[in-house]
C-alpha cells in the first residue's frame, strides 16, 4: 500500500489519466445499461427480422446505400430521423428496428430519437456495416445507370 501512496504522489498526472480512463468506463457502461436501445449483433438482427418482423433501416447517405446494403433495408436519412420525418418507418412504431449506418456509432442519435418518438424496439446493429461484412452476410448493390 504504502508503495501505491509513493506511486500517486510521484506521477500525479498518470494517477490522474488511469482515474478518468476508469470513470469513463464506468460511465460507458451505465449508460449502454440504461438506454433505450439495444446493442445486435448481426446474427441478433437476422433472427430478429426472420422471426419477429424486424426491419433494418439504413441511415446513411444516399450514395453509401446505393453502394451497399442489407437487403430489404429500408433507407432513411439521419436528418430526417431528426426532423421527426420518419417516412416508410412509420408503420412499423411496434415492430424491432435495426438501425444501419457504417460503424454503429451515427446509429445510436437516432435510436434515441426514434424511442423518443414512440417506436417500442429499436436496436442499433453493433459496428454497422463493418461486423454485417466481417460476418460474410450479403450485401445489395445497385448498378450504376449508364
Same mark, same amino acid.
Given at each position: 500500500?504504502?508503495?501505491? $501512496?509513493?506511486?500517486?504522489? %510521484?506521477?500525479?498526472?498518470?494517477?490522474?489519466?488511469? #482515474?478518468?480512463?476508469? #470513470?469513463?468506463?464506468?460511465? %460507458?457502461?451505465?449508460?449502454?445499461?440504461?438506454?433505450?436501445?439495444?446493442?445486435?449483433? /448481426?446474427?441478433?438482427?437476422?433472427?430478429?427480422?426472420?422471426?419477429?418482423? =424486424?426491419?433494418?433501416?439504413?441511415?446513411? %447517405?444516399?450514395?453509401?446505400?446505393?453502394?451497399?446494403?442489407?437487403?430489404?433495408?429500408?433507407?432513411? @436519412?439521419?436528418?430526417?430521423?431528426?426532423?421527426?420525418?420518419?417516412?416508410? $418507418?412509420?408503420?412499423?412504431?411496434?415492430? /424491432?428496428? $435495426?438501425? #444501419?449506418?457504417?460503424?454503429?456509432?451515427?446509429?445510436?442519435? %437516432?435510436?434515441?430519437?426514434?424511442?423518443?418518438? =414512440?417506436?417500442?424496439?429499436?436496436?442499433?446493429?453493433?459496428? =454497422?456495416?463493418?461486423?454485417?461484412?466481417?460476418?460474410?452476410? /450479403? @450485401?445489395?448493390?445497385?448498378?450504376?445507370?449508364?
Amino acid at each position: 500500500m504504502q508503495q501505491f $501512496i509513493e506511486f500517486v504522489q %510521484s506521477e500525479v498526472i498518470l494517477s490522474l489519466v488511469w #482515474v478518468g480512463l476508469v #470513470v469513463a468506463l464506468i460511465l %460507458s457502461v451505465i449508460k449502454q445499461k440504461t438506454a433505450s436501445y439495444k446493442i445486435v449483433s /448481426p446474427n441478433d438482427a437476422t433472427v430478429m427480422v426472420n422471426r419477429e418482423n =424486424g426491419v433494418f433501416v439504413d441511415i446513411r %447517405s444516399r450514395d453509401e446505400y446505393r453502394g451497399g446494403h442489407i437487403a430489404g433495408a429500408l433507407h432513411v @436519412l439521419a436528418k430526417d430521423i431528426k426532423a421527426n420525418t420518419f417516412g416508410d $418507418i412509420e408503420k412499423h412504431k411496434s415492430d /424491432p428496428i $435495426i438501425l #444501419v449506418c457504417k460503424t454503429g456509432q451515427t446509429a445510436i442519435e %437516432s435510436a434515441n430519437l426514434l424511442t423518443k418518438a =414512440g417506436f417500442e424496439n429499436v436496436s442499433v446493429l453493433k459496428d =454497422g456495416l463493418i461486423s454485417w461484412r466481417e460476418a460474410n452476410l /450479403p @450485401l445489395i448493390r445497385h448498378k450504376k445507370k449508364k
